[in-house]
């Protein structure tokens, strides 16, 4: 952690991210003579970053070390090199979550491949990608066209399109197809029969290449049984949401505010002892130190392997964070006005960037639906969370009607006549009682009151900077201040 928080902060490594936003990928179909090549070409900075995070084991730590705490130190490494670049984790995740479908959904692939997959050596290790979406179904996948045809000797070949690959680099691809028995996933090796056609021109992560790709005869073998395609891809999902996810640029993000606002001066005081900016700052403070505090949490889930929160704990998770996050970016942004607009002080890209997670893995409805159904399969997964809630009580009474109120409703949307309506607003509550209960536990009281005044109480705003009067903002920006 510390020789990684080093290179983090080094002025190299703040040369190769910016480098490789400047120089975005390119595809290269054909040669000089006309064969077909499909080459990505990405900036070598690009190459850089992701080699570093494969060298500190962000892909493959916890199935290297398959010891408690692997989890919350991987998520603890992939925090740290998020503040550096978003896309480059992306890749890192996807390698992270093939390994358990190949192993529980695939044994004989995983004896082939989970060996590269968690090599932490540049140019020995592999990478691993995902391939899920159409231009047709978008997140219905069961509405997958792309075909596959056994071809007698242990591997299919599939037709199709795909409308969204992120990291079309990658080795090896996770993906959906139809067979005679229904929807099947399928492990695809980049090479002839998978042909990028573009890459998109995206809002953010663009150092990151992202292709509509074909499929002509890939060649692919099967994860699973034919007719299991959701199975495996529920399984993958679950491990490739687990990662540090919206923490690193809400911490970015309130560490460059607050270090600004203690440098610049306005009408005769520094900016940070001005109480309005004091209570912006403090609370970005708090909302990153939720996100922090829940991204940690989760990932001591995914040690425990037969926890019964993780698929509950994790869609929560990232219902909320993604939808806090690009008014968090936006709020600190304001913090230092025209400078925060301009490339230089790094917010702008860190608000593209911050942008797609609500859409990677699932946006807004799908995960908030997914909660639901996860309830309504697994009823016990609520009474487990909510438990994990209360070992707060006592600590907070804003926290202790919350978690009434909370069961309150979970109970009446759960039973009513309209629970997808309700789903986002049950979610939130959820989200809500899983931070507050995280910082009483564990924050100093300034930064728990806060919050939960600031989160759960009658007078609370809508908008970041409206944190009730008497909070402890000087307390809880302390406890922020970059190191």
């Keep these: 952690m510390e020789r990684l928080a080093r290179i983090a902060a080094a002025e190299q490594t703040a040369e190769h991210a910016a480098r490789a936003e400047r120089n975005a990928p390119r595809l290269h179909s054909l040669d000089r003579d006309g064969g077909r090549i499909d080459h990505i070409e990405c900036d070598p900075s690009w190459s850089w970053l992701l080699d570093t995070a494969v060298e500190h084991e962000m892909p493959s730590l916890p199935w290297r070390e398959r010891r408690a705490g692997a989890f919350v130190v991987r998520n603890a490494l992939g925090y740290v090199w998020g503040q550096v670049n978003t896309g480059v984790l992306c890749p890192v995740i996807m390698t992270l979550a093939a390994v358990p479908v190949l192993e529980r959904f695939a044994p004989e692939l995983a004896a082939l491949w989970v060996p590269r997959l968690t090599d932490p050596r540049p140019g020995r290790n592999a990478l691993a990608g995902q391939a899920y979406t159409e231009k047709q179904g978008g997140s219905?996948?069961?509405?997958?066209?792309?075909?596959?045809?056994?071809?007698?000797?242990?591997?299919?070949?599939l037709h199709g399109h795909k409308w969204f690959v992120s990291a079309p680099m990658a080795d090896i691809f996770l993906t959906l197809a139809q067979?005679?028995?229904?929807?099947?996933?399928?492990?695809?090796?980049?090479g002839p029969g998978v042909r990028p056609i573009r890459l998109k021109d995206k809002l953010g992560t663009r150092s990151l290449?992202?292709?509509?790709?074909?499929f002509r005869g890939a060649r692919a073998w099967l994860v699973g049984t034919p007719g299991q395609g959701m199975a495996p891809l529920v399984?993958?999902?679950?491990?490739?949401?687990?990662?540090?996810?919206v923490a690193p640029e809400m911490r970015a993000a309130v560490a460059t505010a607050i270090d600004y606002c203690r440098r610049r001066r306005a009408f005769g005081q520094r900016l940070v002892d001005q109480p309005a900016m004091a209570n912006v700052l403090a609370d970005?403070?708090?909302?990153?130190?939720?996100?922090?505090?829940?991204?940690?949490?989760?990932?001591?889930?995914?040690?425990?392997?037969?926890?019964?929160?993780r698929r509950l704990a994790t869609s929560i998770i990232k219902y909320w964070g993604c939808g806090r996050v690009t008014g968090h970016i936006a709020e600190a942004m304001q913090c230092l006005g025209g400078n925060g607009y301009s490339e230089s002080f790094g917010l702008a890209r860190l608000l593209r960037d911050?942008?797609?997670h609500a859409i990677w893995e699932g946006s807004g409805n799908v995960t908030a639906l997914d909660v639901l159904r996860g309830i309504g399969k697994n009823p016990e997964t609520l009474d487990a969370f909510l438990g994990e809630c209360a070992a707060a009580r006592g600590g907070n009474r804003l926290l202790d009607d919350h978690l009434e109120r909370t069961a309150t409703r979970?109970?009446?949307?759960l039973h009513?006549?309209?629970?997808?309506?309700?789903?986002?607003?049950?979610?939130?509550?959820?989200?809500l009682a899983f931070y507050a209960s995280l910082l009483v536990r564990y924050s100093i009281p300034a930064v728990a009151d806060a919050f939960c005044a600031g989160r759960l109480g009658p007078d609370r705003g809508l908008a970041y900077g409206t944190l009730p009067s008497g909070t402890d903002t000087a307390a809880i920006i302390e406890r922020a201040l970059p190191q």
Excluded: K, Q
Aim: hydrophobic share 45%.
């Design 140 to 157: 219905d996948l069961r509405a997958t066209l792309t075909t596959a045809v056994d071809r007698g000797d242990g591997a299919w070949e």
């Design 179 to 190: 067979t005679s028995d229904g929807l099947s996933c399928f492990l695809v090796e980049r």
């Design 209 to 214: 290449p992202t292709a509509e790709v074909e």
């Design 235 to 245: 399984h993958n999902l679950g491990y490739a949401r687990l990662g540090p996810a």
């Design 284 to 309: 970005l403070a708090i909302e990153s130190e939720a996100a922090t505090a829940g991204m940690l949490r989760l990932a001591a889930m995914y040690d425990d392997f037969g926890s019964p929160l």
């Design 354 to 356: 911050a942008s797609v």
């Design 410 to 413: 979970a109970a009446a949307v």
């Design 416 to 431: 009513g006549a309209t629970p997808a309506a309700e789903a986002r607003r049950l979610v939130e509550d959820l989200a």
